[in-house]
RNA sequence: GCCCGAAUGGUGGAAUCGGUAGACACGCGGGACUUAAAAUCCCGUGGCCUUACAGCUGUGCGGGUUCAAGUCCCGCUUCGGGUACCA
């Protein structure tokens, strides 16, 4: 009986070898140049891994292993984003303690990450719930309350510069980030008692304690962060979120907005991605210009980017949330004001998406147009945002729709600013015309082209004081304290009301324990409930805990020297592994972690923590694996089911059904009765003897039925065989739904591929004979297409240049080591396991991972010249092909060489040349 | 609404810089081996026309540039993703 490809028995004996061996042990070694490759790390969650998961990983570790055959010293580590909400809603559903599930989540996890074959240095793991890791989350926390952003440096400083600065001159010649213009005094400031001076700082902090409109949800009982929120719900749990006012721990991500987005440049990433951030962090140019109150000294400032509409605007609005409001409206309105205040803030954000009806009201009050000098009467709706700009607009009804759908709703005046244009119907956004109607109090725009008007006026408003330039940006601070258990605990106490850091040394402040995982009876955070939540001398802590986005802001760092107890990273670790040259993951983070993390990791650059400004160089998103869901179909009131063709001769409601219990969408009819007790008496109409079931790609979950786990397909192809398949079912970066037929295509190569390396009886069929050209060449032509392919992430294709090569060598009979050996260095990095097993066989005793990778032969790749003819212009042009990297003499002398050859032209950047006869125009450089 | 991306056989997909479209795999059809099945191997497989040789046609739709277009340009259609009273 001829020996067969066996992959438990290889799988499982190779595992052990690589365990016992320590082989992905990594350490700093300045001899050899680093590579990091990182996978954005998973929540734990209950449901453990389908076959979408490790979509990444498998892609990573491919990478990985082959900068690894290619000289590089690889850092590629695992571990666990394991504080967050699903753990505590499933403790306050069940009294289980969150450290219990996470822990047994995680052992799960881990369980099925071994059986794929990851190249993990394990001794590396993190997890962001162990207080060893959270004591660094804890003191950049300290640290960004202990810093300031100075507009001018472009950096985070120390706060006591900023005291110094205070000290010497108040706020006279200051330019830095903060919550609130303040102005003051070096006397006025030396004047304020301590808590005075505290409320002060606060407003320049980088991590500063703010009243902050926040997306308050109650069903959860916390606030959430913008990203946290989607179409008015949480993502978590899909719940209703309204919009509140509290006290609240903020991150002055706000500050960085500039240099996050001029670092996108720098960055590998794909378009679409840093687009999405650009978009997020929306800067606008435009100007800041103040109206008059009318019968007051006082002005409101605005923000618009279109300056040049200012002949234009007709009403202002504020934003209900506005502290303008409570002081213009006049006691004729207040009643109606108060009514509409009372309204807005009991919508939720969910409501008011859903309805876009124009609301507003008068506010009684009027503000004067610092050009025209008339009056316009100033209106409150809930179309303008409190926290945009200044939570105030000129409305310019003739070119902004929002505000002719107002204008028209209430009867406001319209009126054309641009020339030709028809607003009678709809308002004309372009900025594209020649101005008209605009001339007065010495600016006269009339004429000119938008922009050149915008410009103008810009000058204009500056020059006599009535506004300025000013950049604005949607990015908004981040709201950082959440009211729940499962989260790192603030290191921060009260004193007199006022907050304090801990000292370092007593860090890690530990999460303490609770009776109960709610919110306490008086309203406040679960902490509440823990008992001698306090520091030695008595000061209340903090009730609050950080968010999900904490933990991982910085743990890429943390890999590089996880078990520091002095300092989140070491020197030399961070000098030698810098950041992160390939970052796999999803691209759901895109507004989220991969905001924070880059601004997170730009402040510990500032305090020269990170070695360098952007935390990941090149990223790669890879796409979600679908499910295929299948579907019966049973005839309404009755247990009968009608197979797909029939089913719209009866009236069917469609019933998902395991997908596991299904074959090429056929059914299993005796699994579907053990399916369930309902259906153990079910009836069938059948098609052809045959159950058809109906499909289609859906979300892989559980409530579909549709999740096909790794493990079993690890069980019954093995994990090489998974690893293949996950990367041919098409590009890395696509989305598509699994679809387990055809993965017999790829375990059939891996067992050709066993076959090639054995005779009949199984034994080593590898000669020291040399390998013919034939062989060599379709070797080579392995070597630079999967060289290639992988530096692109193209790993589909490179396996089906496997398959190609694979058959030529077959067909070629190819048994000489000459070819062999190259040729399991090259299938290491995809299926590790049986690589493993055949350079051992070739008589290695060192792993595969320290082979080398071997080098492409070109010379063996020159075509025979000619490749087909073209015709043109009744002449006929010959493609030759020639090597890549040839000497513009040397393509001259093949180009001439040629039978149909003449004179080569272009000199310089050689690609193609088309040999005509007579004269060559184009050569293909192979 | 705005911003990005995609569209290729029955299916997943290949074609990297504009150079023989459909690689590779699945599925399907035929055959070999076998008592039979599994496994394995061989042949065929975009469409139309043809006994065959050959020919024509073909990458969502309509134009254009080019000796040459799936690939570049202009205008659409459909699908996917992001974002949305951001002034």
Redesign the pocket.
Known sequence: MAK?YNFKDIESRWKEYWVKNKVYKVEVDPTRPKFYVLDMFPYPSGAGLHVGHPLGYIASDIYSRFKRLNGFNVLHPMGYDSYGLPAEQYAIQTGQHPAVTTDKNIARYREQLDKIGFCYDWDREVRTCDPGYYKWTQWAFIRMFESYYCNRARRAMPIADLEAHFDRCGTADLDVACSAELSFTADEWKAMDTHTRRETLMNYRIAYLGNTMVNWCPELGTVLA??EV??GVSVRGGFPVVQKVMRQWCLRVSAYAQRLLDGLDGLDW????K??Q???I?R?E?AEMQFRIKGSDEAIT?????ADTIFGVTFM?L?PESEWVGRLTTPECRAEVEAYLEATRKRT?RE??A?????GVFSGAYAINPLTGEPIPIWI????????????????PAH????Y?FARAFNLPIIPLIEGCDVSEQSYDAKEGHVINSCGNGLDLNGLDVKDAIARTKQFVESRGIGRVKV???L?DAIFSRQRYWGEPFPVYYKDGDPYMLDESQLPLLLPEVDKFLPTETGEPPLGRAKGWQTPEGHPLELNTMPGFAGSSAYYLRYMDPHNDRALVSAEADAYWQNVDIYVGG??H??GHLIYSRFWNKFLFDIGVSATEEPFKKLINQGMIQGRSNFVYRIKDTNTFVSLGLKDQYDVTPIHVDVNIVS?DILDIEAFRAWRPDYADAEFILEDGKYICGWAVEKMSKSMFNVVNPDMIVDRYGADTLRMYEM????ID????W?T?????????L??TY?LFHDAEGNLAAADTPATTEQLKALHRGI??IT??IE?F?F??C??????ML?EL??LKCNSREVLEPFTVLLAPFAPHIAEELWHELGHDTSVCDAKWPACDKSLLVEDTV??P????GKT?F?IALP?GMQPKQIEEAALAHENSAKYIDGKTV??V?VVPGKI??I??A
């Open positions: 067969e913008n990203d989607v179409d794909t378009d679409s991605l687009e999405t650009r978009n997020w929306g606008s435009g605005i923000f618009t980017t279109r609005v934003a954000e008011r998406m309805d876009r009806r124009v609301t709706s809930d179309y303008v945002l409190a926290g945009y700009g200044t939570g105030a607009i000129m409305a310019v902004d729709s929002r505000d759908a604005n940006y949607r908004r691209t759901e895109a507004t090429a041919f079912l098409g590009p696509q989305s598509k739904p679809d037929n055809g993965i017999d295509g790829v375990h059939k190569f067992r050709r076959r630079r297409k290639d392919d692109r193209a589909n294709t396996i089906s240049r496997f398959m190609i058959g077959s067909d490749n087909y073209v015709s043109f212009n042009r493609m890549a690609r193609k088309i125009i184009n293909v450089v």
